[in-house]
């Protein structure tokens, strides 16, 4: 017999890691049975199994009041104190109709318990599973402490009490080496490590016309080398590493192209890296109007490719980022096997590296030897394909759905003393 299990977050819409991580669990929890619920404030699951609460949101207005006067103060009026309690309250009742309207026997709260981004949301949730004792997974994408943007904060006590809170019935689990030794000093309490995960159990779908069409419709020609940035336009990505290596190229036929635009984190960094692409002859493409979530047509008629099609057609992935919480991308550019350059950040160190990925590494900077290697990865197609087939069987050995399977299996087994995964 299945659970019903609830999954928590503020949003599961779109390509971020939070959405995209879960619904990888939710898949992995249908395979043997047991359903899948979904609690947010912005939502593209089904709208039989799922409860859209606005204020669930991290981006609802009346969140967005809190967190401007919650971060970058040390103190807050009383005003602001109890429009938190208030949604809190609010919110923690819709909680209560979760859990009776669709019969839940698990809980699992997708980041929401470790980042600030909506604090009635997290206060809610400690105020519900302490009152009840529910059954919680606690699935920690990234701490507060991790991002500057909440390092000086007028709501430290809640930060204390719910991000994330010590609570009998919470098994934490974190995705990274790091966010467990930090969870257990700042805290006191134990997790479980679960990676971020991609099927390396199935290969790739194969390469199709509609996917061949990417590179046409993005102003490149066939035999232009793609180098495919495949993240969000923010400083952290390095993305100015990506355009120095281009650079350094020489190489008129090589063609930078990022996939996702700015978000919420403003436009300044793209002007910059706009600017500085110029600067240095590169060819710079910004192609978030063609990437999206799923394949279709724009307002003016013309095709929408997802990020799959993008990584199809790329001939080499940049991958220069000073920090990741993991690194999706990089399990992506293994799975559909092509090079990739990284930036040793931190997690990668601790818990990719060690596995024995074969990718053109930089610490910090780039160097001749680094573009060099790069060049033989585009002249020597033997040397190139030994590499990629390498990474997508350390891939499928230690970050498939198979790893999280057994993961899951300890954690519901745990909780519900079913053990069918």
């Known amino acids: 017999m299945g659970v019903q299990i609830g999954f928590v977050g503020t949003r599961f819409a779109g390509t971020d890691g939070v959405s995209l991580e879960s619904a990888k669990w939710a898949q992995v929890l249908w395979d043997h049975r047991h359903v899948s619920h979904w609690y947010s404030g912005l939502s593209d699951r089904d709208r039989d199994t799922s409860m859209v609460v606005p204020h669930a949101y991290f981006g609802h207005p009346d969140i967005e009041w809190i967190n401007r006067r919650a971060f970058g103060t040390r103190t807050r009026t009383p005003d602001v104190t109890r429009r938190i309690y208030a949604l809190a309250d609010y919110l923690k009742g819709t909680l209560y109709e979760f859990t009776r309207r669709y019969d839940l026997d698990l809980l699992i709260v997708q980041n929401a318990l470790c980042i600030p981004m909506n604090i009635p949301l997290g206060i809610a949730l400690t105020h519900f599973i302490a009152e009840t004792g529910f059954p919680t997974i606690a699935h920690h994408h990234d701490f507060y402490w991790e991002r500057d943007r909440f390092s000086v904060s007028a709501v430290t006590d809640m930060l204390w009490m719910a991000f994330p809170p010590a609570l009998p019935s919470i098994q934490n689990v974190t995705i990274n080496s790091f966010a467990q030794e930090d969870l257990a000093h700042r805290r006191g309490v134990s997790s479980i490590l679960v990676p971020n ?184 197609r033997e040397y190139r394909d030994q590499m990629v087939d390498f990474n997508y069987e350390i891939g499928k050995s230690f970050f498939s759905y198979s790893v999280l399977r057994r993961k899951l299996r300890a954690l519901v087994t745990n909780f519900t003393g079913q053990d069918n995964l």
């Open 197 to 380: 995960v991609l099927d390396f159990d199935n290969e790739p779908e194969e390469v199709d016309d509609y996917a061949r069409g990417f590179r046409k419709d993005i102003g490149l020609e066939d035999d232009d080398i793609l180098f495919l940035q495949p993240t969000r336009v923010v400083p952290r990505k390095g993305i100015e590493h990506s355009i120095s290596l281009v650079s350094a190229l020489k190489n008129d036929k090589c063609k930078l192209v990022i996939s996702h635009a700015s978000g919420d984190e403003g436009n300044e960094y793209l002007a910059a890296l706009k600017d500085l692409a110029e600067a240095n002859g590169v060819h710079l493409l910004l192609c978030d109007q063609q990437v999206g979530d799923k394949r279709g047509l724009n307002e003016d008629g013309s095709k929408i490719y997802t990020l799959a099609d993008a990584y199809s057609q790329a001939d080499f992935i940049t991958y220069p980022s000073l920090y990741e919480g993991f690194g999706n991308a990089l399990l992506e550019a293994f799975y559909f096997r092509k090079p990739v350059l990284v930036n040793r950040y931190s997690i990668y160190v601790a818990d990719i590296e060690p596995k024995g990925a074969k990718v053109i590494a930089m610490q910090g900077y780039l160097t001749r030897d680094v573009v060099a290697q790069v060049q033989r990865i585009i002249d020597d």
